[in-house]
């Protein structure tokens, strides 16, 4: 619907940030000696438990990731602002706070909750 260039910049500015972000994540620890994961919680719990909390963040990074490629793609297809499940239009408030939105308002809440 949108066919000027804002949408567009805006998602590959998005892209490239959470391109960065999951490199980030992806980067190995530095050797950090001998860790013991004993009855108490210590250091290397700690760190376990760090990097845990890091894998879920870089999952949804992933989960970004795929919705602000796939509104590029619809920016292609000059489907861009229209929902993917319904095919209704996509609210703009909605598209000016989440420019990758490929569901409109009603089916991003039922996908939300379906799992």
Do not use: N
């Not at 376990?48 to 793609?73: F, I, K, N």
């Not at 292609?76 to 000016?96: M, N, Q, W």
């Amino acid at each position: 619907m949108d066919t000027d260039s804002r949408p567009r910049t805006l998602l590959l500015a998005k892209k490239a940030e959470l391109e960065e972000q999951m490199a980030d994540l992806e980067t190995l620890p530095g050797d950090r000696g001998e860790i013991s994961f004993g009855k108490r919680v210590g250091e290397g719990t700690a760190m376990a438990v760090d990097r845990l909390s890091q894998v879920g963040v870089h999952d949804q990074l992933q989960l970004t990731m795929v919705d602000v490629e796939r509104a590029l793609a619809k920016l292609d297809e000059s489907t861009y602002g229209v929902c993917d499940a319904c095919g209704k239009p996509i609210g703009e408030g909605r598209l000016e706070a989440l420019p990758w939105a490929t569901l409109c308002v009603e089916d991003a809440g039922k996908r939300r909750f379906a799992g």
